[in-house]
């Protein structure tokens, strides 16, 4: 009974925050939304035993990424009237895509395919249970292949992301420090010797 309170708690406070995370207009208030919405998401895994996907959540995502969202979101000067534009102008298309998403979502939840004896029954575990072994042999066993794909992507990713940026630092008239610190005096400096000249 308690478990449930909880439960919807914490459910209420992520669907609050998420909408608040779309709704807000203030791009900074809807960075710190969308932490509560992590915390609240964590709590949750919480109540299903599964401690590694919450702090995994709560280190990852708040401590790293939702900080440098942040940083950037606040360094960037933002023009709030241009957003405030777009929102409306796409809100109609925006209503029609939100509500095929709750159909789609209610469509699958409520199918009979959840409600089977492997979803219902809530397991027992241990105290000395491990959920983060679980994870890794699960992982690492049916869904290899899969993980696998998943970090070829990543790697992907990383390449091009490293290869538009060194692209767009050949542009720049940066100079290398090694070739600064072990420069000579003749390389860049010449003495002339010129004739006195003299006034007429």
Avoid: C
């Amino acid at each position: 009974m308690i478990e449930q309170v909880v439960f919807y708690l914490f459910a209420s406070m992520l669907l609050l925050s998420a909408s608040m995370v779309v709704v807000m207009k203030n791009p900074i208030h809807a960075a710190l939304f969308l932490v509560l919405s992590f915390f609240s998401s964590a709590a949750i895994w919480l109540l299903l035993q599964a401690e590694f996907l919450a702090i995994a959540l709560v280190l990852v995502y708040v401590g790293a990424v939702m900080v440098l969202f942040l940083f950037v979101v606040m360094m960037l000067d933002i023009n709030l009237v241009t957003i405030r534009e777009g929102f409306a102008r796409y809100l109609p298309v925006g209503i029609i895509v939100a509500l095929l998403m709750v159909t789609a979502m209610g469509l699958v939840v409520g199918s009979n395919y959840f409600m089977s004896e492997n979803y219902m029954a809530v397991k027992e575990v241990s105290a000395d249970h491990s959920n983060t072994r679980e994870l890794g042999l699960t992982l690492y066993t049916e869904y290899l292949y899969q993980f696998e794909i998943a970090g070829a992507i990543l790697l992907v990713a990383i390449i091009a992301a490293i290869s538009l940026s060194m692209s767009k630092a050949k542009l720049t008239k940066s100079k290398n420090p090694g070739d600064q610190v072990f420069v000579k005096k003749k390389d860049r400096l010449r003495v002339i010797k010129m004739q006195a000249e003299k006034k007429e």
